[in-house]
């Protein structure tokens, strides 16, 4: 159990454009999702933590108008990245809290070009 | 704040045989969480193994055991029988009690396994 996926895994756009990417938790509710960014060889940068129903909290330095959190629902967080730019290519993960444990979705290669 | 040290960047293990990883933390909390999570190539982060702080007894999911020392805020995480596939970037974890709260990461150990 604690399965969590995330769509789409692979993602090429044009600088200016938004990217929207899809985290859903397919086996347990998640009250609280989680979204990070990482860095080739580095450990996870929590970006902001999204809960159900209400905004995200965002970590120092991440722009929320940038990275737009929506946690419509107990098993979906979106995570939409605006008006991208070359230096927001990345790898971005998501996770769902349960029972203090996160459990990570497969993660999403985003490279703007 | 919480801090979570790995201190070994690269580790190296022989097919079959035994290693440790290490980690130690730094918190003033009693009540939390500790994790090992594994991050193979294709970069998705798989649960290894959980503690919860308030068990003296040490965690194993099969091949994976910890050695918590509570005292010493020391949580290393020993693979036996190493096989191919262990080979990825191990990553400690600790989480405060509570719900919701952050996951604190130490930077990585990157695990070698050779033949």
């Known amino acids: 159990g604690a399965v969590v996926s995330q769509h789409p895994s692979w993602v090429i756009c044009k600088s200016g454009t938004s990217v929207k990417i899809e985290c859903r938790s397919l086996?347990?509710?998640?009250?609280?999702m989680f979204w990070y960014r990482q860095f080739p060889k580095q450990s996870l940068m929590l970006m902001a933590t999204?809960?159900?129903?209400?905004?995200?909290?965002?970590e120092q330095g991440v722009e929320k108008d940038k990275f737009l959190i929506n946690h419509a629902s107990l098993t979906l967080s979106t995570l939409t990245v605006t008006s991208a730019h070359p230096e927001d290519s990345s790898f971005y993960i998501c996770?769902?809290?349960?029972?203090?444990?996160?459990?990570f979705g497969p993660g999403t290669r985003l490279l703007v070009l | 704040a919480q801090t979570v040290t790995q201190s070994q960047p690269e580790m190296s293990v022989q097919e079959a045989e035994t290693v440790t990883l290490s980690c130690t933390y730094d918190t003033s909390e009693s009540d939390y969480y500790l994790f090992w999570y594994k991050q193979p190539p294709s970069r998705q982060m798989i649960l290894v193994i959980r503690?919860?702080?308030?068990?003296?007894q040490n965690a194993t999911e099969n091949r994976f055991s910890v050695n918590f020392q509570k005292a010493a805020k020391s949580f290393s995480l020993k693979i036996s029988d190493s096989q191919l596939g262990d080979a990825a970037m191990y990553f400690c974890?600790?989480?405060?009690?509570?719900?919701?709260?952050?996951?604190?990461f130490g930077t990585g150990t990157q695990l070698k396994v050779e033949l």
């Open positions: 996770s769902g809290s349960r029972q203090e444990t996160q459990y």
């Open positions: 999204s809960n159900e129903g209400s905004k995200a909290t965002y």
């Open positions: 503690q919860e702080a308030y068990k003296q």
């Open positions: 974890a600790y989480i405060l009690t509570g719900g919701g709260n952050k996951l604190t």
């Open positions: 086996d347990f509710q998640a009250t609280t």
